[in-house]
């Protein structure tokens, strides 16, 4: 059988390379974590000053490759929070299929690369292969897959029209049942539950001690979620619910995404609901910004994004902060890792889905006793893998059961 | 004679390795997404390296900032010659927006030699593969 | 306006300034020997929600925005303190809420305000290309404008 060389990237284990997390161990334990940020840092709030209003929105929505949408509808609707301004009725409902659309093939993209650091190429392959249909209806509705560029302040900036809807619905039904295997493989499977359930585990307090957010937050217990919290664009005009789970380790986190899903894809079958055979306008025209301050939020696939936005009134924004989720979830490895074994460290931070250009996860381990550098980046993918097998075995189930019995159900 | 036999096996199988200096990570979830089951690059004989040291390509995305010079610098020289090097997306490129922030070191030409450019923002998987058979095609 | 109500019943005398932009954004202006009264009040006692700190040079003063949510009521309280622009220091939140750690850090870096007892008050974006009292977010640096 041919061998893969595996695909680590955006992960990529690189020697002598800077170390992004540094762990301080004892032996098999974590003892203490390091946060080593700045490489991805290209001063993107200094830039927005010297931009138009209109521009930034492009400028936002490359802060985060995966988290696309979330920035400039977080940042549009900081303006319109400023400028007072209220958007279409249709436009709402575009906002929302494009956000709900962007979370399925974000959360898609998680359960990909969470099998693969748990040593489930398979899953990887099958989970980015799901994804690429919900890429077809970006490509098909806004003309990119990704950094879509549909939105603009007042409104969105493409309709989307009555042909695409059938083909929309389409898609999604076909994806359902794809989920719904991935979703019971996942619940079901024994080696799963013994090596994600009690792992990385997050209390309540420490949620709220790091201001912890999205998937992270709902997976111990925190009933927070900026679209029902503070409804903006449609999410207050359609019947969907929040996803919760209680014991706050990865097992939880990995069901909170799965089953937020199937939540999207409801809110998006309604959207398209009100859509279909109405005419309306997609945006207003807002042609001066007054002076004042204004703010916005966004659920993001991985927590709520913020923008604070402040004008003089001219032309570019006095100021404009940006908040990402991740740089809120990525500090509470300090409660969730330390006390973890080595080979639980890639899942437990994989768990926090870092938007990656957010941090890139190389890691490197120290002894605490000698500070002697004993493990890097790949040395951790394979620990982690290496522990999946040592369960499957103790278990007494083969490797190649769980490729096996899908390959059944779908041939 | 060894290096005109390197050359030819650099034409059927050719080791990637994919480094990110400072990109929101949009280039690299496409070049992974070349690897998955719809475009499947393995059946062209290209794989991704573990290690620069087994590397034919560089491929590098993002806009080169004053944190990640050292790193790609260090990496190009440890890629075993004759290596290209494929800036990929606009970052990469030129800068895209992000040309006068106040962490701008490139772009990536600024750093190192590169071989091919690859623009877009982020390329399609389509395009890559395009590019990448262009600079097989050049291989002489 | 539950929120509004019980936090001017609270600390009636000590608010400098109050601006309703809407029902759902809220800016207070207070003093800065008092920040750790008001977050301890309204993160611990009215269980809100820190979400990030937002640091504002205006070239006569230097702001810094905490901005707290109550999110079963939508709405967003900003704690707004204005500091001296030449030695702009102010008590670290850090001891009240741990998760501004890095935000305070940021601002620290790239702005140039000083927290007292913050516990690891360091660089970690630039680069030893920005020298010590290099701040490239203010408006008198260069760095970044076309």
Redesign the interface.
Known sequence: MKKVIVPIGPYHPLFEEPEYFALYCDGERVVDVEWIAGYNHRGIEKISESKHWDQITFLVERICGICSTSHPIAYCNAVEDLAKVEIPERAKYIRCIIGELERIHSHLLWVGLAGHFLGYNTVFMWAWKYREPILDIMEMITGNRNHYAMMKIGGVRRDIDDAYIPIIRKILEDLKPKLNMLTNAVLDDPVLAARLKGVGVLTNKDIKEFGALGPVARASGLDIDVRRDSPHSAYGLVEWKVITQNEGDVFARAVVRLLECFESMKIIEQCLDNLKGKKGEISIDVRNIPPGEGIGHYEAPRGECFHYVRSDGTGSPLRHKIRAPSFNNIPTFKASCIGETISDVTIILAGVDPCYCCTERAIVAYDVNTQKKILDGSDFIRLSQEKTRKIEKEIGVAPSRWEEKNWERDN | MVLSLRKKALKKSLFV????T????????????C????FDI?RFGI??????KHADVLLVT??G????IE?VK??YQQMPKPGFVVAIGSCACTG???R?????AGPLDKIIPVDVYIPG??P?PEAMIAGIVKLLNSIK | MDTLETIKKRFSDRIKNIKIHSDIRIYIEIDKKDLLDFAKFIFNDMDARFITATGVDNLDSMEVLYHFSIDREDVIVSLRVLLDREDPVIESLTPVVKGALNIEKEMYELLGIKFLNHPELKRFLLTEEYPEGVFPLRKDSQKGKK
Do not use: Q
């Open positions: 390795f994919h480094l990110s400072g990109s929101c990570n949009n280039c690299d979830i496409e070049i992974l997404d690897l998955t089951p719809r393995e794989t991704l390296a573990g290690s620069v993002g806009i900032t004053l944190k990640n790193r260090k990496l895209g927006m992000f006068d922030g106040y962490t701008m923002c982020p399609k």
